[in-house]
């Protein structure tokens, strides 16, 4: 069966230091892979999204980039946090154009100090 | 583009109570519509899947429906229990989209 594992659960960091968050799949081949926000009182916003190993697609400009290095791993990544960046990253998977539906990790709560 | 929005923001009832959560969006041209729940602190699990050419999709107390004409869909909760309380969030699919669009969500108590 499927799973999607993110890590790690919380973290705490500073103003200016860097940020990476993993997120892996199991028991499947190239999904498509995705990172959310969801941030205090707003709805889940769409990051980034990839369809393939090093195609990354961006959909709000900000703070972050994201990588896909093998076809079931995901990253998050920023240079230097802003305080903006707090909130809670889930990433999620699906198989072609997602008429199977979304499955979702357990998600990362950021808060940066 | 797309807009989804949920009503109401948040909804207390007493146990054993039914009820309506509702979920609109404004392009109807959707590939699928899914109600996820979460829990405080916690990922998405997903509900109830329903495709634009279905018109409800059930998984035993909760029944979805969609009328794709309208932007419509409703999450029906019957029998509702106090393990029933957390957000409930709806999102879609466009048909030239390439992610889920999400609400806001509906924060449910039940109180036993």
């Known amino acids: 069966s499927q799973t999607i594992h993110q890590w790690p659960a919380t973290l705490v960091q500073p103003v200016g230091s860097p940020l990476s968050l993993e997120c892996t799949v199991e028991?499947?081949?190239?999904?498509?892979l995705y990172w959310y926000r969801q941030a205090a009182g707003r709805g889940l916003q769409l990051l980034f999204y990839s369809v393939g190993i090093g195609q990354i697609s961006s959909e709000v400009p900000q703070n972050l980039s994201a990588s896909r290095p093998q076809d079931r791993q995901f990253i998050l990544s920023s240079k230097k946090l802003l305080l903006s960046d707090s909130g809670f990253y889930l990433c999620?998977?699906?198989?072609?154009?997602?008429?199977?539906?979304?499955?979702f990790g357990s998600g990362t709560r950021l808060t940066v100090v | 583009k797309q807009e989804v929005t949920q009503i109401p923001a948040a909804l207390s009832v007493p146990e054993g109570e039914n009820l309506v959560l509702n979920c609109s969006f404004t392009?109807?041209?959707?590939?699928?519509l899914q109600w996820f729940r979460q829990d405080p602190g916690k990922g998405l699990t997903s509900l109830l899947l329903?495709?634009?050419?279905?018109r409800e999709q059930t998984s035993g107390r909760l029944n979805a429906s969609l009328d794709k004409s309208s932007g419509r869909s409703t999450l029906y909760i019957a029998a509702s229990q106090p393990g029933d309380s957390a957000t409930y969030l709806c999102a879609v699919l466009g048909q030239a989209g390439t992610a889920l669009i999400f609400g806001k969500g509906t924060t449910l108590s039940v109180s036993s």
């Open positions: 999620a998977w699906t198989i072609g154009t997602g008429g199977f539906g979304y499955t």
């Open positions: 392009d109807s041209a959707i590939y699928n």
């Open positions: 329903i495709q634009s050419s279905q």
């Open positions: 028991g499947t081949s190239n999904p498509n």
